[in-house]
Each structure stands twice: as C-alpha cells, then as structure tokens.
C-alpha cells in the first residue's frame, strides 16, 4: 500500500449518531454537515425528515410518511479528516437497520435532550454499542433551553449506562439565563450569543476567567466554577485508554439549534475519535485497515431507492485497501467473481458515483439480487468472511397469511428472499406452521407489506399479536411442547431452533419459576 493511500486511511473518522427522537440528531447532523462545507443550505437534512425534500428518489412509502426508511450515508472533509456519519433512523423507522448500522461505524455520538435525560432509544442502542466496545462521545443538546442540573446528567450516565463520564466542558447556566460553556479541555470560557471576536474567553493560572468580565458577577459562573471544583475533585480523571474502549464516555455540552457547541465538540471529537479500526473474520483473523488487499462487507441492503429502476444498494463498510471503480472482487459466500463498476458514494442529499474509496470509507453497490446482509467481498484471491453479524432480539411480532390463498408460493418465496435479506425476521408456529414475523421496529412489518405487494405480488393480512418477550433456549432438549401457553408461546426460528414469546416480563418470570431447569437466552 503506498503511503498516500495510508494517510487516507488515517485520516477517516466513521461514526453514528445515536439518541432518541426528538434530541436534536438531525439538527446536528446537519450542522456537522454544514461546517464541512457538504450542504449550503443548513436545511437539508431537515428538509428530507419533513419530506418537504422535492429531488429525493427514496422509496415510495419514504414519500407517503415523510421519512427515512433506512440509514443514509453522510460524507464531508473537515480541517484533514474525511469524515463518514451514518445515519441511525429513529421515531417509527427505528429498525434492525439501525443496530446493523452500528456495526459498520468506530465510534458513536450520542445526542442527550439536557431536559430529557437518557431516554429508551438511547438506551437500546447505546448497549449495541457498547457490546462492541466502541468509543462513544456524548454531545447534552438544548442548553438554551431550561432542562436538568449538569450533575444529576452526568450521575444519571454513570447509573443508567453504567458508563463511566468525564465533562469536556461544563455550562454555565442554562436556558434564558445560559452564559456559555467553561471548556475544561481548551482552557477556556465559550460565550453564548457573543460576537465571533469575544466568544472565547481565556483561563488564568487558577482556572477562572482572566481579567475583567461582567460574566464573573453572575451565580451562573460561581456554581459553574463550584461543580469544576467538585468534578475535579470527585470525578473521573480523563482516561483515553477507556475512551478507545467505550468504557469513558467524553461529555460535551451545547445547544445544535443555535449552533453553540458544536464545532469545539467536532473539533476534539476529532482529536480523539478512532481511526478505522481492523476486523476480526470468522477463524479469528485479524484484517488490518492498512493491509494491501480491498475487502468490506455489506450491513444494509435498500431496496427501491429509485422506484423507477427498482434497484437495490448493498451498503458496504470497507474494511481494508482501496476500492477502485471497475475493481474485480470476489463474494466470499459464493465464490463468485465480478467487476465492481456501478458503485455510489453518499454526500448528504447526492448520490454519486464514486472512483475512489479507502478502508473506513462507506460505498452503495449496485444490487441485483447476488447480496446478502452480512456478505465478504474480497479483492484478493483469498477468500474470508468477516464475523457474521449479530442478530438481534425483535420486539414485535404479526401472524401473517397471504390474503389470496392461490398465491402461497409466490407469498413464501417473498418471505424467505426477505427474510435472508434481513429485512425481518421469521418465526413458525409448530404443528400448524403459522407464519409469525418478528421486527425491532414497527415500519419494518410497513415495508415488508409494501415489499410483498410491489415486487412479489401478494397482498398480505397481518394480525399483529404485540409486543412480545422473545428468548432463546440454552438446553433446548429440555424443552416440552406442552410447556407452550398463549402467555409463553413456543415457536421456531428460520433455523428451526425453539424459541419462546413471552407475553410480558411477569410472564416469563412465572414460567421460569415453575421450570427451572430451563435456561432462556435473549439475541443481542
Ligand atoms: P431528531 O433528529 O433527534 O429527531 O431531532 P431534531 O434534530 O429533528 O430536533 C427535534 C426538535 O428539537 C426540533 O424542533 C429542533 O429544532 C429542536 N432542537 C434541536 N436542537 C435544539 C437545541 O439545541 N435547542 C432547542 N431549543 N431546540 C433544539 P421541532 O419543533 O420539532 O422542529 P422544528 O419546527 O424546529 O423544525
């Protein structure tokens, strides 16, 4: 590998932003976007969460609801860094996507409503990451909004995620009465709502502001300094080590809307943030970034991006080496080789095709058919796969029939390409053989229903049976028949392994204290 194509490499940073609704992650998306100079009209991002956006060729039912359907890819330059933000769909759209998602990014951003706390989306997705042990910052948003104390946050970190956190900056107070931040890590005091030429105050010696300032006769800057104090004292000592293991989080305060915050967070998130990071294959190899042979894996399929053409992008993180327009690579599942020459790069709104992308780098192939989620594409001759990717415990469950009796075949081929696809999952009643498919998020069963109709002709009747316990058995002979209720259904999974569907919690406690001989698992 030459030298220039390992700085590239060096210089990527991949990430995800991830919060629940509401916190503000397309706000700072789109300010993040901004100051890379990748959109010029700070609305766009919004814009395509409203659906006011006109150009957008994403699928028809993205259309009809005004929303994203599957995680985009966005790409923009910053001082000498290339930076890749994935993006994790949240509200209705919240899906398997959105956790496969993180295992294609390095690090992740997590976005906290200073009013809300840590929410229940938060929660989810911050222990996907933390199972891969990715670095996670957290950007606290609305700071010019009245929301809780900075210390009950910063506990509420530690007692919720059980993560470790450490205060970049610090605000002083907070909102009508919000002053700015006191930035422990650049010595250094950011006004909010001030002239460009005083929005940064310099520190003396002791950690108080220099000289003269209105703002040092406030309460807001006694109490900011008292909590410094008392962090310095009491709290975590910056760690990098923990933080490149996801065990620290760094915590920054700011408010996106107003775009206060935001480039001091970017700016020593890049500091910090991983390079690309190496991966394991399935017999435990190590792949190197920097290492001379191309090779990825896909984490997302997206079917009909443009109605017109009924296409579908494999999404794929590169992994090693360099991707070359026009490349042969080999499918490591099937051992089929073919010449990569319809390949698309994301910019914000934009697909374009790409020439050139580098280990770290995100690239949409031209799909027809050949892919699956999970899939190894190789430049080389040797053929690997990479550790299969997580599958992950749903929530909510249909029982699904096709509306016309006459089209089973067409309805179960639908199912199993769609299945495999991992645009849901599937699930069989036994003896009789329902259908019942599990998703982690509502519009998973939406677009599958859309799918179904659009591609395979079969109009679907989906009974939902609601949020369901689903657990895994770890002595599966153990396990009766009989010990199946409507309250603890026993059903079978793609592979035929038992699988339980437990009405609530209560209800699973209750069958675990009448067999207790048998141990359940849950998926991620
Ligand atoms: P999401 O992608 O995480 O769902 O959140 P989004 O950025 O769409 O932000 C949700 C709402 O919070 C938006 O208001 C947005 O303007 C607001 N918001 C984001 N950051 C800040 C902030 O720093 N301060 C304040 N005060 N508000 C913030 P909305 O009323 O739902 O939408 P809009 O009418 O403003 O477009």
Known sequence: MTPKVQDQIQARRTFAIISHPDAGK?????????????IRDAGTVKARKTGKFATSDWMEIEKQRGISVTSSVMQFDYDDFRINILDTPGHQD??????RTLMAVDSAVMIVDVAKGIEAQTIKLFKVCRLRGIPIFTFINKLDRQGKEPLELMAELEE?????????????????????????????IEQFRTEEKDRFLPLDENGGLAGEHSMKQTSY??????????????????DHEKVKTGKMTPVFFGSALTNFGVQTFLETYLQFAPTPQPRKTDAEEVINPVSDEFSGFIFKIQANMNPAHRDRIAFVRIVSGKFERGM??????TGKTFKLTQSTQFLADDRETVEVAV???????HDTG?????????????????????????????????KNVMKSKHFHKGIMQLVQEGAIQYYKTLHTEDVILGAVGQLQFEVFEYRMKNEYNVEVRMEPIGNKIARWIQNESDVKESMSSPRSMLVRDRYDRYVFLFENDFAMRWFLDKNNNIELYSLL
């Open 370 to 402: 050949s892919y699956q989620i999970g899939d190894t594409i190789v430049g080389g001759k040797r053929l690997f796969n990479y550790e299969k990717l997580p599958q992950f415990t749903p929530e909510l469950f249909v029982r699904v029939t096709a």
């Open 328 to 333: 042969t690579v080999t499918l490591s599942r």
């Open 221 to 238: 800057y006694t109490q900011a300094l008292d909590d410094i104090l008392l962090l310095n004292e009491a709290g975590n000592d910056f």
């Open 359 to 365: 280990a770290g780098d995100i690239i949409g192939l």
């Open 26 to 38: 397309t706000t700072m998306t789109e300010k993040l976007l901004f100051f890379g100079g990748a």
């Open 94 to 99: 919240f899906s398997e996507d959105t956790y």
């Open 160 to 188: 919720v995620l059980g993560i470790e956190s450490y205060a970049m900056n610090w605000p002083i107070g907070m909102g009508k009465e919000f002053l700015g931040i006191y930035d422990r890590h650049n010595n250094r």
